[in-house]
């Protein structure tokens, strides 16, 4: 067993990633407080090759240093776009066919393993605020609230965990491997 080289992972230039089809989900970042949780969003968006993520309220946007040095780079290759509401950028998504849910703990939530997406659909995922997690009026324009089990003390993951573990979910059911 070896590491492989960069050659060999056959990773993509950003003008080859901007010209490939991408993944049929968006991310929307409501009111993110942490340029570091930012920069893993894109990070991340640029691993599952999604087709955009919105940044919305309070988050940051780039270019800044703190978003930059956890993205590596991935706000050159991943779109984005800024609202200042939340439910405005939700409203735009539902108008472009996609199904918005959010990653929450509410009385009706699906538990994410349960969950099965349309593969013709396209979906939005919606993380909140790190304290105060995603707001209700934005909760009220979701189609679904998705949880992620958690057996521990603590009440909640990190942004950047709950995001990397629903988009591999999403991606796995969507079958985009």
Request: aromatic share 8%; hydrophobic share 40%.
């Amino acid at each position: 067993m070896k590491k492989l080289s960069m050659e060999e992972l056959e990773r993509l230039s950003i003008e080859e990633f901007k010209e490939v089809k991408k993944s049929p989900i968006v991310l929307v970042l409501d009111n993110i407080r942490s340029l570091n949780n930012v920069g893993s969003a894109f990070r991340t968006g640029d691993a599952f090759r999604v087709e955009k993520i919105y940044l919305c309220g309070i988050t940051g946007t780039p270019p800044h240093r703190d978003i930059q040095k956890t993205a590596l780079g991935a706000t050159e290759s991943v779109e984005w776009e800024y609202f200042s509401n939340t439910t405005e950028a939700l409203e735009k998504l539902k108008t472009e066919g996609y199904i918005n849910c959010a990653l929450e703990q509410v009385d009706r939530s699906v538990m994410l393993q349960n969950f099965k997406p349309d593969t013709a659909k396209k979906y939005a995922l919606i993380f909140g605020n790190e304290v105060f997690g995603v707001e209700e009026e934005v909760l009220k324009a979701c189609d679904h609230v998705l949880e992620i089990p958690q057996l521990g003390t603590k009440h909640s993951l990190n942004i950047s965990v709950t995001l990397g573990i629903a988009v591999w979910d999403l991606m796995v059911k969507m079958e985009q491997f």
